[in-house]
């Protein structure tokens, strides 16, 4: 099978191809944006890590004319502050049916499945996964997720895994640029 050299390894040139048509990419929240651990303060305070490497990624997918939305099962004014931060407008949380969300995101932006990209690490997640044209899992997702995902990061949940996706996915359409920029 022909591959692709990539940052991240070699993947097959139909993956590659794949990426071409993307134009939604849905994002879990907890283990893919986030290490999946959450930190309890003794005062009830919630505190999650979020990369910064993710989030240029983000912005530069947004920047490239690619919709970003998130889809979490959780309620955290975290993920809302940095989502808005970032330009993510289709924030949905405390999402039991992530497949409806999927389907009114599509219809939405009026795409077809072959160009929407799903990045979730854990079984909830699985339904977007293998409704997307991409599937996508990092590298410590859950194992039987990984086996339902077309691609696995090189990179965790929380540490660069949004960001690979985005990557791959402006490199395929000839857009990846390597100028300077602000972290965010």
Same mark, same amino acid.
């Given at each position: ?17 794949? =990426? ?12 893919? =944006? ?7 303060? %003794? ?6 890590? =979020? /990369? ?10 947004? %920047? ?16 809302e502050r940095r989502m808005q931060a ?5 924030? =949905? ?19 077809? %499945?072959?160009?929407?990209?799903s990045i979730g690490d854990d079984v ?6 293998? /409704? ?9 997702? /859950? ?42």
């Open positions: 099978m022909p591959t692709i050299s990539t940052w991240y390894g070699d993947i097959s040139e139909s993956l590659f191809e794949s =990426f071409k048509a993307i134009r939604l990419v849905i994002c879990d929240v907890d283990g893919v =944006f986030s290490d999946g651990r959450i930190y309890l303060g %003794n005062a009830g305070e919630e505190l999650k890590a =979020f /990369h910064t490497r993710d989030g240029f990624g983000v912005k530069a997918l947004l %920047n490239n004319g690619i919709a970003v939305a998130v889809v979490t099962g959780r309620q955290s004014d975290i993920v970032l330009g993510v407008t289709d924030i =949905f949380q405390g999402t039991t049916e992530k497949l409806a969300v999927y389907q009114q995101l599509a219809r939405k932006y009026q795409l077809q %499945n072959r160009e929407i990209a909830p997640d699985v339904v977007m996964l293998q /409704h997307a044209g991409v599937g996508v899992a990092p590298q410590d997702a /859950h194992p039987w997720v990984q086996q339902q995902a077309d691609y696995i990061t090189s990179m965790r949940g929380g540490f660069g895994a949004v960001r690979e996706l985005s990557d791959l996915i402006l490199l395929s359409q000839g857009h990846l640029q390597l100028q300077g920029g602000m972290s965010v």
